[in-house]
C-alpha cells in the first residue's frame, strides 16, 4: 500500500507544478491578473468537485451537521486559495522550481511540528536525529541548487 501512496503522492507533486505553470498563463490571459486566475481554477475545481461528490456521497446529509463542527476545520479552503494564488504570483517571477523549493521546505518543516506535537488531532511522529539528518540534507541540496554555480566560480 505504501507503494501506491507514494505514487499518488508523486502524482500531486506533477499536478502542483503543472498547475503552477497553467495557472500562470491562465493569469497572463486574464490581464495578468492572479486574483482572477485563482478565483477561476477554485471555480472549475469547486465544480468538478461538485459533480464528483453527487455522484459518489450523500453531500446533503453530511452538509447537515457543519455547525456541529469547530470554524477552524473550514480554513482548509482558505490556506488552498493562499497556496494556489502564491503559486500564481510567484511562478513567473521566481521559476516554478525555486518556488517549489521554498514551498517543499515550508511544508517539510511544518509537517515535522505538527507529526512531533500531534497538532492538529493529527498522530504523534516524533522527530528524531535521521529526520533532522533528511532534512539537513534537503536543506544543503537547497543550498546547492541556488547557490552551487556562485560557488564553483569562488572556487575556480
Given at each position: 500500500m505504501f507503494i501506491l501512496y507514494t505514487l499518488?503522492?508523486?502524482?500531486?507533486?506533477?499536478?502542483?507544478?503543472?498547475?503552477?505553470?497553467i495557472n500562470s498563463q491562465l493569469a497572463k490571459a486574464m490581464g495578468n491578473e492572479p486574483l482572477?486566475?485563482?478565483?477561476?481554477?477554485?471555480?472549475?475545481?469547486?465544480?468538478?468537485?461538485l459533480v464528483l461528490t453527487l455522484i459518489k456521497t450523500d453531500l446533503f446529509a453530511n452538509l447537515s451537521t457543519v455547525t456541529q463542527h469547530s470554524w477552524w476545520k473550514f480554513i482548509g479552503g482558505a490556506l488552498g486559495v493562499?497556496?494556489?494564488?502564491?503559486?500564481?504570483?510567484?511562478s513567473p517571477k521566481m521559476g516554478i522550481t525555486n518556488m517549489l523549493f521554498f514551498i517543499i521546505v515550508g511544508q517539510l518543516i511544518t509537517a515535522m511540528i505538527i507529526d512531533h506535537y500531534g497538532l492538529i488531532n493529527m498522530p504523534v511522529r516524533e522527530v528524531?536525529?535521521?529526520?533532522?539528518?533528511?532534512?539537513?540534507?534537503?536543506?544543503?541540496?537547497?543550498?546547492?541548487?541556488f547557490f552551487g554555480d556562485k560557488l564553483m566560480k569562488l572556487w575556480s
Amino acid at each position: 500500500m505504501f507503494i501506491l501512496y507514494t505514487l499518488i503522492a508523486l502524482a500531486a507533486g506533477v499536478a502542483l507544478a503543472s498547475q503552477a505553470a497553467i495557472n500562470s498563463q491562465l493569469a497572463k490571459a486574464m490581464g495578468n491578473e492572479p486574483l482572477i486566475a485563482t478565483f477561476i481554477s477554485f471555480s472549475t475545481g469547486a465544480l468538478l468537485l461538485l459533480v464528483l461528490t453527487l455522484i459518489k456521497t450523500d453531500l446533503f446529509a453530511n452538509l447537515s451537521t457543519v455547525t456541529q463542527h469547530s470554524w477552524w476545520k473550514f480554513i482548509g479552503g482558505a490556506l488552498g486559495v493562499l497556496v494556489v494564488f502564491t503559486t500564481i504570483l510567484l511562478s513567473p517571477k521566481m521559476g516554478i522550481t525555486n518556488m517549489l523549493f521554498f514551498i517543499i521546505v515550508g511544508q517539510l518543516i511544518t509537517a515535522m511540528i505538527i507529526d512531533h506535537y500531534g497538532l492538529i488531532n493529527m498522530p504523534v511522529r516524533e522527530v528524531n536525529v535521521f529526520k533532522l539528518i533528511g532534512l539537513s540534507i534537503v536543506g544543503l541540496g537547497l543550498v546547492t541548487f541556488f547557490f552551487g554555480d556562485k560557488l564553483m566560480k569562488l572556487w575556480s
